[in-house]
């Protein structure tokens, strides 16, 4: 029996989920077996939703990323603080714990700086989206908001990366902290 559209439609979807999520807490080695049994599917339907692997990769990353920064964006926009509050949400204990949820540049960085031309321009152009995003919440001139927005961004991607590499949960919580610090002070 054939699937409609709807149902093909839903099916890509939830095999995107579940692979933006596997991705980000397995890393993008992640195996198109392990992808479909995670999202209930066999790996032969596969090819009935994506060309290749690295157009799930890619496609996974870009809802990733939208999810991240829709989440930034209304913590901005319901805080008084804007990039504070961008910094206190992304900087949380929680978003360092849970990996299969968190921002797909702390999660996935150094793969993805190996990652193939779409994937890479895909990074690239979500880059300079969470860059707008927090330049948007300065008061500076936009050329000054846009370069302090860069630093922040850079701090908030490499404190995440680091507070998960330590295995010492002093000072993980330290780096969280001064580095909310330092972002909130630019």
Do not use: W
Request: glycine share 6%; proline share 1%; net charge positive.
């Amino acid at each position: 029996m054939r699937k409609s559209r709807e149902e093909t439609a839903e099916t890509r979807k939830r095999i995107l989920n579940v692979a933006a999520r596997e991705f980000r807490q397995n890393g993008m080695e992640t195996g198109l077996a392990e992808v479909m049994a995670a999202a209930g599917l066999t790996q032969g339907g596969f090819y009935k939703h994506f060309g290749s692997k690295a157009e799930l990769v890619c496609e996974a990353l870009e809802l990733a990323l939208d999810a991240e920064f829709k989440a930034l964006e209304k913590v901005a926009e319901s805080g008084s603080k804007g990039i504070a509050s961008i910094a206190s949400a992304y900087l949380s204990e929680r978003h360092r714990d849970d990996v299969g949820k968190s921002c797909p540049f702390s999660a996935l960085g150094s793969e993805l700086a190996r990652a193939d031309k779409g994937t890479r321009a895909a990074a690239t152009a979500g880059l300079k989206r969470m860059i707008d995003i927090v330049a948007d919440r300065s008061d500076a001139r936009r050329d000054v908001a846009r370069k302090r927005a860069t630093v922040a961004v850079a701090t908030l991607i490499g404190a995440i990366t680091m507070a998960r590499i330590s295995d010492d949960p002093e000072l993980s919580s330290q780096i969280l902290k001064l580095a909310e610090r330092h972002v909130t002070e630019l």
